[in-house]
C-alpha cells in the first residue's frame, strides 16, 4: 500500500481531491474545487505550496490564515 504525497494544489488535482479551507478565526469550514484554487494561485502568481497558500487565503469574516486540507467529497454542480 503506497501514500499519496499531497504538497501542493497539482497534487490535489491530480488525485482528484478537492480543498477543505478552515479559517483559524471563525472556525468556517468551506470546500473549495482545487483547480479553481490553483487558478487563482497562476493568476496572482502565488507558489502553490498548500502552506504558502494557507497564509494568502482570507476568510469572510477578515481573518486571514487558514488551515488547508484535502478532501475527497465531490462538490455538486451549480
Given at each position: ?29 468551506v ?7 490553483r487558478?487563482?494561485?497562476f ?17 469572510s ?5 487558514t ?12
Amino acid at each position: 500500500m503506497s501514500s499519496k504525497r499531497l504538497d501542493t494544489l497539482a497534487d490535489l488535482v491530480r488525485h482528484g481531491l478537492n480543498a477543505q479551507v478552515e479559517c483559524l478565526g471563525c472556525h468556517r469550514i468551506v470546500i473549495v474545487p482545487a483547480a479553481k484554487l490553483r487558478d487563482r494561485c497562476f493568476a496572482k502568481s502565488i507558489p502553490m505550496k498548500l502552506e504558502i497558500v494557507a497564509r494568502h487565503l482570507r476568510c469572510s469574516c477578515g481573518h486571514r490564515g487558514t488551515k488547508l486540507d484535502a478532501t475527497g467529497v465531490q462538490l455538486s454542480p451549480p
